[in-house]
């Protein structure tokens, strides 16, 4: 069973990820997993050294050095699994760390890397796979929240926008399940904005009219 830990901190759109690491990593009872954009090598060294656990996706062609070969069963999505050092001869990572290719549910090679040695190659695939939850969320606000445009620039203005708008929606949805509408948010959030001085029976009507 894994279980998902999700914080977040606002930040302007023009900032480097990497920046930011540091706010995130503070407990190292967990597995941090991330993508491409926080990748550093000596970063993996450091957080090895001071006990934290991740995973991450690396680039393909991602200099590396193989130790050892583990292998990969015959009946799996994994496609390799090896004990590696990272980085070029000349600057390479100090700390031996498992490198795990797998296969996505589209066929398409994913390239891991993580400092967990003591986990099966398949579960390092599927804690990598389970970030995939967040891009999902990001995804769901740009298809069904209204936020257009943000009115202030604050962390607080920003954050009250998104909540309100959030807000919206799960009273939208209510609205729907109540009234056994086979209409979609979107055609119940134009109706109630084509109906703001309409009588509330005339609204509901409009609602829980079948689709034509």
Not at 52 to 77: K, W
Not at 112 to 139: C, H, M, Q
Not at 141 to 165: D, M, P, R, W
Request: net charge positive.
């Amino acid at each position: 069973m894994i279980h998902i830990q999700m914080i977040f901190y606002l930040t302007h759109a023009c900032e480097n990820d990497q920046k930011h690491l540091e706010l995130l990593v503070d407990d190292k009872e967990c597995m941090y997993v991330f993508d491409r954009g926080y990748v550093q090598y000596n970063r993996f060294d450091e957080m090895t050294d001071e006990g934290y656990f991740f995973v991450s996706r690396l680039r393909s062609n991602a200099v590396h050095r193989v130790i050892h070969d583990f292998g990969a069963g015959e009946q799996s999505s994994v496609i390799s699994d090896e004990m590696v050092v990272l980085g070029t001869t000349t600057n390479t990572t100090k700390h031996y760390f498992r490198r795990v290719t797998v296969q996505d549910d589209k066929g398409k090679n994913l390239v891991l890397v993580t400092n967990r040695f003591d986990l099966s190659p398949e579960e390092i695939g599927e804690i990598y796979k389970s970030r995939w939850a967040i891009e999902l969320f990001f995804k769901w606000i740009k298809q069904h929240l209204n936020v257009k445009t943000f009115y202030g620039c604050s962390e607080t203005a920003v954050s009250n926008q998104v909540y309100i708008a959030l807000i919206v929606y799960c009273l939208n949805m209510l609205i729907k399940l109540k009234n056994n509408s086979r209409k979609s948010i979107l055609q119940i959030t134009r109706l109630l904005k084509a109906s703001v001085w309409s009588k509330g029976h005339h609204l509901i009507r409009r609602i829980r009219e079948p689709i034509p």
